[in-house]
């Protein structure tokens, strides 16, 4: 395709007509009506003389002739070497066969000029003067249409120029057909102006391109050589430029011409030395800028008869310049670079555009100026594909990384599910190991808390305390192993509150004093500023705990710890410097990996502690440092920022609300409230039921199946129930007894070895009661339950007193509302009935007596009978207000069976006789 393009663009140079030359001799040039002729040849020539048109002026002064078209300054004629500057007259006469109606196309001339024909003005550009001082330079060029007259015609032209390194004109004035040469001019200039616009977008184009990837130069160079090209062919061949900008001075024009044609010689240069990295001579790029400087600017600050003389030297470095670029291209294309045969061609171009420009410039040919533009623009055209084929093939890298980005991530995606299933089975399998530690320890715990309290013996309670100690210790690891792995999982979440930071730490740390003093350890404890801040204090607890843990694990007798909070900027600095054994310095930066112990701890520590400490830290967005002499003194530093982040949750934590450890265990009509404890380990099971005996009556169900159909059958007053059970678990079965209307107004207490705030939060969402983990203290399940208990019987009470119940003002779950609007609305529709019994009531809502009875106790305090008959009184209340009928009539409306027990119990539950409530409202 590219040598396609190539071979359109020779033939098309090669198809533009020349025209024809004239060839004047002696001053005398014959005109025969031709299409296109150049009024060249030999014109009169007066130096230092603007003679007037008319035969007198020329006849009384010798002439000289010159063959045109060249300089002044350069005829070889010319017995002298005449200078640039100066002002001269030339004359020519044309002898036409017949009249003639002709345009005049005229060149520029250096620099100022007027036209005649047969003595009249026809064209002129800037001031023709024989002084620098009144003479005005202009530059342009024009098209005249004229008259010639058979016979003789006289041109006569007056030249001047003070300026230009050459005076004179170096293009002959061209005449011919007015219907030909003005249409060729115009469409010469629309073909040019579209040429060097293209060209020119193109150039921006590239330039933006390279500022877009922002890497390859070779962009850049290359932008920038084809906008030079394009401003400086804008002054040359139809003058776009000034055809534009008709205002702009000559002298301006010209420096923007010598500019940018010197900047496109340099950014050429610059493009091939960055497209051929690999071939192009560093030094070749380095002399081109070193020339180009200097006469960029030349060009800026020098008149113009200085600059205009590099014309020649440079066209020269400018030829061995192309040159070098073929001979570039060429070792580029035998190593087989990219883009090197588009380049070639484009040279190959370029070079033909070259030497027609020199043709027409010393006027061997005559022909039209766009050629010189076609073969430009053919050049860059052909130039891009080297670029086209650049940017293919970084797309097609960039479709080949893409392709193998996708495949990465993937595989990565893969990875990640496959670490992520990996996290949750490991968090799986922490959890379940902590609630098979956790069930043992709570059958440890509660023994040995009973043992102590009834042993005596110093020996045997020495022996219990420490079982108790070495249960701690191993519930405080499994706590810790536990947090690790929340940590580890992504699940544990700050809560973040505004807490006194120095008084909690002081106050966590004063627990240790009691420790200092028995080991003859002493505790220092500084607080500089009073220093208060947005922390999650759980994560700051444990953080203080296991660092003074550490301290006092690993300090002798008679040592110091110290723990300093300061302020340092918007975070606290805690110090914990303790003068113990210390750390190995090749151990220091170990310390802080899981279960990783130094040569001296090996006995003391589990390896957890200080890897939590530095978990915890870190999800504070904190740091950590430690400096330790071995038997001298250890340091931890911690930086913890106080500032609140918005995405983090807070809350402010509370006590334990406690209820009266006196309150009776005994529910509102006396009996003793029944608890269905629901466990799948037989101990814990056994011991919960002797540890409530006391105060309650107790069943027992060993899986989560069989606790939901005993709670549904028996309607405890209260559940307690393991969390993690095989099969049915504890979320689903406070989820099953919260959603049934026979079972969801019980209290259910949670009990698992998940500690977990997200399981604590699951549990409640599931509408749990309370949340209790292992191993748990007797007392705290004690209270908790009677804490629950209470709540419901204040609120029984309150209902009980109520004799018109309404649903919507009971503090009741939506599943207990529905329940006592199915039982009001039964009651109501069977309001007449007085055969209406607690068995019918049963049957309308689904249940058995003894589970309506219940179920009715716990919520408002009532039995069925006594519902019954307060909803019935109550309607009849309102029917005597609304003197519906006589007292009888109200009786038997509303289910009594005779007006005088109507009138007894009426009396029993409002205190006055119906019929008082009736004069009462005619009052």
């Known amino acids: 395709m590219k040598r396609g393009l190539f071979g359109f663009f020779i033939f098309l140079t090669l198809h533009i007509p020349l025209g024809s030359y004239g060839q004047a001799v002696k001053g005398v040039l014959t005109y025969a009506g031709e299409e296109r002729l ?6 009169a020539f007066y130096w230092k003389q603007l003679l007037p048109p008319g035969d007198e002026a020329f006849v009384a002064t010798e002439a000289r002739y010159v063959k045109q078209v060249s300089y002044w300054n350069t005829h070889p004629e010319l017995k002298e070497q005449l200078p640039a500057f100066g002002y001269a007259t030339y004359r020519l006469v044309v002898e036409s066969t017949q009249d003639y109606r002709v345009a005049v196309e005229i060149p ?15 064209s002129s550009d800037g001031v023709v003067s024989d002084s620098k001082d009144t003479y005005v330079p202009d530059w342009t060029v024009s098209m005249k249409t004229v008259m010639l007259h058979e016979g003789e015609n006289e041109i006569v032209v007056q030249v001047a120029n003070f300026d230009h390194s050459n005076g004179g004109f170096f293009k002959p004035i061209i005449i011919g057909d007015p219907d030909v040469l003005p249409h060729e001019r115009d469409l010469n200039l629309i073909i040019e102006t579209f040429n060097i616009g293209g060209v020119f977008l193109v150039g921006c184009f590239f330039v933006g391109l390279f500022f877009y990837l922002g890497e390859d130069k070779s962009f850049l160079f290359y932008g920038l050589f084809v906008i030079m090209y394009a401003l400086y062919i804008s002054n040359y061949g139809q003058y776009v430029f000034g055809t534009v900008f008709p205002g702009v001075p000559s002298r301006f024009k010209l420096k923007i011409t010598y500019l940018t044609m010197y900047l496109a010689w340099l950014f050429y240069t610059l493009f091939l030395c960055e497209l051929f990295k690999e071939d192009f001579h560093k030094i070749v790029s380095r002399i081109a800028l070193i020339i180009a400087v200097p006469l960029c600017l030349s060009a800026l600050v020098l008149p113009m008869s200085i600059y205009t003389l590099t014309l020649v030297p440079f066209s020269v470095v400018a030829l061995v310049y192309i040159i070098y670029g073929f001979y570039i291209t060429l070792v580029a294309r035998v190593r087989k670079r990219g883009g090197s045969l588009s380049i070639f061609l484009g040279l190959a171009l370029c070079t033909l555009a070259i030497v027609i420009l020199s043709a027409y410039h010393y006027n061997l040919i005559l022909t039209r100026p766009n050629a010189i533009s076609v073969l430009f623009t053919a050049t860059f055209f052909v130039m891009s594909f080297a670029f086209a084929e650049k940017i293919g093939k970084a797309f097609s890298s960039a479709r080949a990384l893409q392709l193998e980005t996708a495949s990465q991530k993937r595989e990565i995606e893969i990875q990640a599910r496959e670490l992520k299933q990996l996290d949750e089975a490991k968090s799986r399998f922490f959890a379940n190991i902590s609630h098979e530690f956790r069930t043992p320890l709570t059958m440890i715990f509660g023994p040995v808390r009973e043992l102590l309290l009834a042993v005596h ?4 309670r020495k022996y219990l305390q420490t079982i108790q100690n070495n249960a701690s210790r191993l519930l405080k690891l499994v706590n810790q192993i536990l947090e690790l792995a929340k940590l580890d999982a992504g699940h544990q979440m700050l809560v973040k509150e505004y807490v006194d930071v120095s008084k909690f730490i002081i106050e966590t740390a004063e627990s240790f004093q009691l420790e200092a003093k028995s080991n003859s350890i002493k505790l220092l404890l500084r607080a500089s500023d ?7 204090p759980d994560a700051l607890e444990k953080i203080v705990l296991n660092l003074l843990s550490n301290a006092f694990k690993f300090t002798p007798g008679g040592g110091t710890i110290a723990l300093t909070l300061s302020l340092e900027g918007t975070k606290a600095r805690i110090d914990v410097e303790d003068t113990g054994i210390g750390i190995p310095q090749d151990q220091l930066s170990f310390i802080f990996d899981r279960f990783y112990h130094t040569e001296s701890d090996k006995q003391a520590s589990s390896g957890i502690g200080l890897s939590l400490v530095k978990a915890l830290v870190d999800q504070l967005n904190g740091e950590i440092t430690v400096e330790s002499e071995p038997g001298v003194r250890t340091c931890f530093r911690l930086l913890l920022p106080l500032e609140k982040d918005e995405t983090e949750g807070s809350s402010t934590i509370g006590g334990a609300t406690t209820a009266s450890e006196e309150m009776a265990g005994v529910t509102e009509n006396g009996e003793t409230p029944r608890i269905l404890v629901i466990e799948d380990n037989d101990e814990v099971r056994q011991l919960i039921a002797d540890v409530l005996s006391h105060d309650f009556e107790v069943l027992s169900a060993s899986n989560g199946t069989s606790g939901i159909a005993t709670a549904i059958e028996q309607t405890p007053d209260g559940i307690i129930c393991d969390l993690m059970m095989p099969g049915v678990d504890g979320f689903e079965v406070c989820a099953q007894l919260k959603q049934n209307e026979k079972t969801s107004h019980i209290p259910i207490v949670m009990l698992t070895a998940k500690a977990d705030k997200e399981s604590k939060i699951k549990g409640l969402e599931t509408a749990a009661d309370d949340y209790l983990t292992k191993p748990f203290d007797q007392k705290e399940l004690i209270v908790r339950l009677r804490n629950l208990l209470e709540s419901r019987r204040q609120l029984m009470h309150k209902y009980s007193q109520q004799t018109m119940l309404k649903p919507q003002e009971i503090a009741v779950s939506s599943i207990d509302k529905v329940f006592l609007e199915k039982v009001i609305a039964a009651v109501n529709t069977h309001l007449a009935d007085e055969g209406f019994s607690v068995e019918e009531l049963s049957r309308e809502v689904g249940m058995s007596k003894s589970q309506l009875n219940r179920k009715l106790q716990a919520l408002i305090g009532q039995t069925p009978n006594k519902l019954i008959r307060s909803f019935r009184l109550q309607q009849a209340y309102e029917l005597l207000e609304k003197n519906a009928g006589s007292i ?11 007006p005088n027990y109507f009138n007894a119990v009426f009396k029993d539950e409002f205190g006055i006789v119906p019929g008082q409530v009736q004069r009462n409202k005619a009052d």
Do not use: C, H
């Not at 150049?38 to 014109?43: F, I, R, V």
């Not at 520029?108 to 026809?122: K, P, R, T």
């Not at 009073?530 to 999650?536: A, L």
């Open 108 to 122: 520029g001339f250096n620099l100022s000029y007027a036209l005649f024909l047969n003595g009249e003005l026809i």
């Open 530 to 536: 009073q220093i208060s801040g947005w922390i999650d």
């Open 888 to 898: 009888a009539e109200i009786a038997y409306m509303t289910g009594f069976s005779s």
């Open 457 to 460: 013996d110093s020996r045997p």
């Open 38 to 43: 150049a009024l060249d040849g030999e014109w």
